[in-house]
């Protein structure tokens, strides 16, 4: 594994809160978290303008923002925002998993947004400074985590469609245990036909509110047709799987070979997504990336050719698909139940990010 590296984490100052949480109720809140509901006591912070660049690296105490009405997030939606989390090990310490990644995915989103780059060292720099502070928020219990979030908005005060000229970063941080809510178990997805994600030439490949923002409605469509999850078609054609509203989505053969969407600009690049190809192609399995259509998905399942189908990304890992509901078919996926693929990737993956396997890749970093 990874040791831990020197960042900025010391450029940032501490300005730690008068009144945290006592131990007893910061244990109770950890015991067993829902997730993003409930937030640790501090949070990270650096503000940056155009005449002075990135300053006042912090840690400050967690609480609400105060923000013109006119701030230019309010009116253009120009923010960006990143997902990963800390695993408290065995031994008590603390680690991560492939944070340049998310760093470097950061940097990639905020050129599409006209957002300035954060720097790798800062964006690593105001994770540790934060589990510094924070880190008994990081829970120790099966299938819990700390979940990072970082992101940046433009907080200049001016209403003109023009790149803002004030931005702030921050990182914040929530104990939390499985997405969904019943844990870890097959769900039903929807597939959206007459609504899209993102087009050619969009916003897909970054990490923005609007792309998520555009994935609501079909939920509620989602929702209304008896599942927990909606995936996109492409908006050229309408006709090839993309991703679902927050993960990527990979399909099984009988012969253990997997598809998965190919990266168009439109699909986000996600981390888990990579690591998982990386497990499988290691594992035996081909994996090719390429067209999906649905029609041949949705063939395969009534055939038996596809055996499995899973989702994938930070906050729910890997997450068994059981059915797919759309206009005018509703299939089973291996029964309703978890199949030996999914399971046994998802093992995989989580026994190096807890630390019950060694981290042949160099992926886990160090916190404390």
């Known amino acids: 594994m990874s040791t831990t590296a020197h960042t900025s984490a010391d450029a940032f100052e501490r300005r730690l809160s008068d009144s945290p949480r006592s131990e007893s109720e910061r244990a109770e809140l950890i015991a067993s978290p829902s997730f993003g509901v409930v937030f640790t006591d501090h949070m990270a912070r ?71 780059e954060l720097s790798v060292e800062d964006f690593l720099g105001s994770i540790e400074a934060l589990v510094a502070v924070d880190g008994a928020w990081v829970p120790g219990a099966d299938e819990t985590s700390l979940y990072l979030r970082p992101f940046m908005f433009a907080a200049e005060s001016f209403l003109g469609v023009r790149p803002s000229r004030r931005v702030d970063y921050l990182l914040i941080a929530s104990p939390v245990g499985p997405y969904f809510s019943g844990g870890v178990r097959p769900v039903s997805i929807f597939v959206a036909e007459d609504y899209h994600r993102a087009g050619p ?65 439109t ?4 981390v888990t997504r990579d690591s998982i190809l990386t497990l499988l192609r290691e594992g035996g399995h081909e994996v090719v990336e390429r067209d999906l259509p649905l029609a041949e998905v949705l063939e395969g399942l009534r055939t038996g050719d596809v055996t499995e189908i899973f989702a994938c990304g930070t906050a729910a890992v890997v997450t068994p698909i059981g059915r797919l509901v759309g206009d005018g078919f509703d299939l089973e996926v291996n029964g309703g139940a978890t199949g030996t693929v999914t399971t046994a990737i998802r093992h995989q993956l989580t026994a190096v990010q807890y630390g019950r396997a060694e981290d042949t890749h160099g992926w886990m970093r160090r916190l404390a």
């Not at 690296?57 to 997030?73: C, H, K, T």
């Not at 916003?203 to 792309?211: D, E, L, P, S, V």
């Open 46 to 116: 650096v503000t940056w303008t155009a005449d002075e660049g990135w300053t006042d690296r912090r840690v400050e105490p967690y609480g609400p923002l105060q923000l013109d009405p006119a701030a230019a997030v309010l009116h253009y939606g120009q923010e960006i925002f990143e997902g990963l989390k800390a695993y408290r090990h065995a031994d008590g310490s603390i680690w991560t998993f492939r944070p340049e990644k998310n760093a470097a995915r950061f940097a990639a989103s905020a050129r599409r947004l006209a957002l300035p």
């Open 201 to 265: 030439g969009g916003t897909g490949a970054a990490k923005c509110g609007g792309n998520y923002a555009a994935s609501l409605l079909p939920q509620q469509e989602a929702y209304a047709h008896g599942c927990e999850q909606v995936c996109f078609l492409d908006a050229a054609t309408s006709s090839l799987l993309e991703e679902l509203g927050g993960m990527n989505v990979m399909v099984v053969h009988r012969d253990g070979s997997i598809a998965t969407p190919a990266l168009s600009g």
């Open 267 to 270: 699909i986000l690049e996600g």
